[in-house]
């Protein structure tokens, strides 16, 4: 009687498979198709991922509706199932550096998912020497060794990892407003309280300090070497994401870095946000003429394609994980498909010199977003970046709120920061046409307008 249930169950399962892999073959979807997703995709995230998701959803989407389901993407946009086209100026929250679907990136992959998805584990896998040679060539200073990760978390937790081995010191110094992933290790480092709480206590050994304040810096340096707990490294965004787009202060991280070389400490810089050409340069190390001892990378790195990552270190460095390669390993980490995606995303970001064109298209976007929004000073407090790297800040959560949800009802997706809820981020593909910029700013003039502080 059960085997005869399990194989209706079975047979069920298997006609609904065959329903989601047809409707992925289609090149278009009809009304009734839409339907479909819209309620399966609904219904699913109630019962069987996450209902606080669509709770989330309601604020930016029109009619306090839950119906905004993404379908596609190219370029600067992407459309939901309802044929609904929208710039995409939150982009995978920093993902989309070469754009959405580049057809390079796509077309390497494609290339290698012809001849193989991944590797044996066993054999030496060619692209991820080719990709690590490249990494050398491109990141600042004498960065030589690379290891390849899945994300940002996985790029900050091996940083983490080959700190502890480099020295066997276990004080990290990290920074207020600081976001650096959620897992154990990667979390420690983090600095929202409402993320850390419900898993304390995480890893021992770190210390936060404000981000910014170079004395408060030197202090905790000074009285970590006093009590035995020589630091290991410090861990920070040349420019940080999450905390609400803030930039250093100048000469910051110079003064950092020389902290690190009096003390006998290492600097890994995250750049899983800040990397691969978003702040006008291909890594913000460069606008800060700063070498860091490790960079962390993820996020753009997989071209908006495949999920991929890496760190890349000093051999002085690095060369702690040579006796045993096996003490920090990943099995999908510089996978072929990644690889190859990450390739293509070097090559595109060269070739069509987009970090120079993140240079200077942020720039004018973020003059006309200050233009925007005189005669809002008493909404917004801030409009600030680097590159496509920029904020908003809002006096209140809740004008940040009202103002996301306008213009994605408008067809322009932006959302809040993860750190600073008052901060909306404006993060678009580096690809972006002034065209495009122009209608952002234009919705964003409007939707101000009409928001009550």
């Known amino acids: 009687m059960s085997i005869d249930i399990n194989n209706r169950q079975n047979q069920k399962v298997s006609e609904y498979i065959n329903k989601v892999l047809d409707l992925i073959e289609k090149e278009e979807i009809n009304e009734a198709e839409a339907s479909w997703i ?3 995709t609904v219904d699913g995230f109630r019962e069987h991922v996450n209902p606080g998701f669509l709770e989330y959803r309601k604020t930016v989407t029109e009619g306090g509706q839950f119906a905004a389901v993404e379908w596609s993407d190219n370029g600067s946009c992407f459309k939901d199932v309802n044929g609904k086209e929208y710039i995409d100026c939150l982009g995978g929250f920093g993902i989309y550096n070469v754009g959405h679907r580049n057809p390079k990136v796509v077309k390497a992959v494609t290339d290698q998912l ?3 998805a991944l590797h044996s584990q066993d054999l030496l896998d060619p692209l991820r020497a080719m990709l690590a040679k490249i990494l050398a060539d491109i990141t600042p ?3 030589k060794y690379a ?3 899945n994300s940002g978390t996985e790029s900050v937790e091996a940083a983490l990892k080959l700190a502890k081995m480099y020295s066997e ?12 992933g959620k897992s154990l290790g990667s979390l420690s480092g983090t600095a929202k309280g409402m993320f850390r709480k419900p898993f304390l206590p995480l ?3 770190f210390r936060h300090v404000p981000f910014g304040d170079i004395d408060m810096m030197q202090k905790t ?3 970590c070497a006093a009590v035995g707990e020589d630091v290991a490294a410090v861990i920070l965004e040349p420019i940080q994401g999450e905390g609400g787009i803030i930039l250093p202060p100048e000469g910051y991280l110079k003064q950092v870095r020389e902290l690190c070389d009096q003390y006998g400490s290492l600097l890994i810089f995250d750049e899983v946000q800040t990397g691969m050409g978003r702040t006008g340069k291909m890594f913000a190390a460069e606008l800060y003429d700063v070498v860091p001892d490790i960079i962390c990378l993820a996020k753009a790195f997989g071209g908006g394609v495949m999920p991929a990552g890496a760190i890349v270190a000093k051999e002085e460095v690095f060369k702690s994980w040579f006796p045993n390669p096996f003490m920090h390993t990943t099995t999908f980490g510089g996978n072929p498909l990644a690889c190859a995606a990450a390739i293509a995303t070097i090559g595109v970001l060269i070739e069509d010199h987009l970090p120079e064109r993140a240079g200077e298209v942020g720039a004018y976007f973020l003059e006309e977003l200050k233009k925007a929004s005189k005669g809002h000073e008493d909404k917004v407090q801030e409009i600030r970046g680097q590159g496509l790297m920029i904020g908003i800040e809002f006096h209140q959560d809740e004008i940040g709120y009202e103002v996301s949800k306008g213009m994605f009802d408008r067809g322009v997706l932006v959302a809040g920061t993860l750190i600073n809820s008052k901060t909306i981020r404006i993060e678009p593909a580096l690809t972006i046409a002034y065209e495009e910029v122009d209608k952002v700013v234009s919705t964003f003039k409007e939707v101000l307008g009409q928001v009550k502080a």
Do not use: N, Y
Not at 169 to 180: K, L
């Open 38 to 40: 819209t309620k399966e």
């Open 114 to 116: 012809k001849r193989q």
């Open 141 to 143: 200073g004498d960065l």
């Open 147 to 149: 290891f390849f990760t």
């Open 169 to 180: 010191r276990t004080t990290f110094i990290s920074t207020t407003r600081a976001f650096h």
């Open 203 to 205: 890893i021992p050994g």
């Open 221 to 223: 340096f000074e009285v």
